[in-house]
Nanobody
Framework: QVQLVESGGGLVQAGGSLRLSCAAS????????MGWFRQAPGKEREFVAQ????????YYADSVKGRFTISRDNAKNTEYLQMNSLKPEDTAVYYC???????????WGQGTQVTVSA
């Protein structure tokens, strides 16, 4: 079983930056991908970014492309989400996730709140 723990959320003004971290522990895996999702109040959870385990290719939602960067440190079993030029509409709970066996995400963190003030 893989455990994921996010950190780095908080309150920031519009235009500011935050870096989220996601530490993975438990069963060692290579898996398919790791990613970030977010859920704003009253809205469905949505995809934010993904990094493939093999090759490190990255994918982004159109709403964050050019502002957010996903990365990982294999030695530390940690992935990151660098968020720049934040907007109030980025306010949400951000979740780290891992696809450990197939393309389906099957491990989730508890979430970290990101609030962007206007």
């Amino acid at each position: 079983q893989v455990q994921l723990v996010e950190s780095g959320g908080g309150l920031v003004q519009a235009g500011g930056s935050l870096r989220l971290s996601c530490a993975a522990s438990g069963r060692t895996f290579s898996g398919y991908a790791m990613g970030w999702f977010r859920q704003a109040p009253g809205k469905e959870r949505e995809f934010v970014a993904q990094i493939r385990w093999s090759g490190g290719r990255t994918y982004y939602a159109d709403s964050v492309k050019g502002r957010f960067t996903i990365s990982r440190d294999n030695a530390k079993n940690t992935e990151y989400l660098q968020m720049n030029s934040l907007k109030p509409e980025d306010t949400a709970v951000y979740y780290c996730a891992a696809a450990t066996r197939t393309t389906r995400y099957d491990a989730w963190g508890q979430g970290t709140q990101v609030t962007v003030s206007a």
